[in-house]
């Protein structure tokens, strides 16, 4: 139950972010949007992962 709300929580954060790095690009060109993107997917699959794994450890010791 935590797990998925971790990672539904984090595709809803990469959506956002996408969003804003797409209006951004509409706006400027550059490299650096390319950057931004990487950095965002980056943070959110960082994010997933490791709360993941730390909800995992958790409940591992209790047995459920």
């Given at each position: 139950?935590?797990?998925?709300?971790?990672?539904?929580?984090?595709?809803?954060?990469?959506?956002?972010?996408?969003?804003?790095?797409?209006?951004?690009?509409?706006?400027?060109?550059?490299?650096?949007?390319?950057?931004?993107?990487?950095?965002?997917?980056?943070?959110?699959g960082g994010f997933t992962t490791f709360s993941t794994?730390?909800v995992e450890a958790v409940q591992e010791p209790r047995?459920?």
């Amino acid at each position: 139950r935590a797990v998925s709300a971790i990672n539904l929580l984090g595709c809803a954060l990469l959506g956002l972010l996408s969003g804003i790095i797409l209006a951004l690009s509409e706006a400027n060109s550059g490299g650096w949007l390319l950057t931004v993107a990487v950095a965002a997917t980056a943070l959110c699959g960082g994010f997933t992962t490791f709360s993941t794994a730390m909800v995992e450890a958790v409940q591992e010791p209790r047995g459920m």
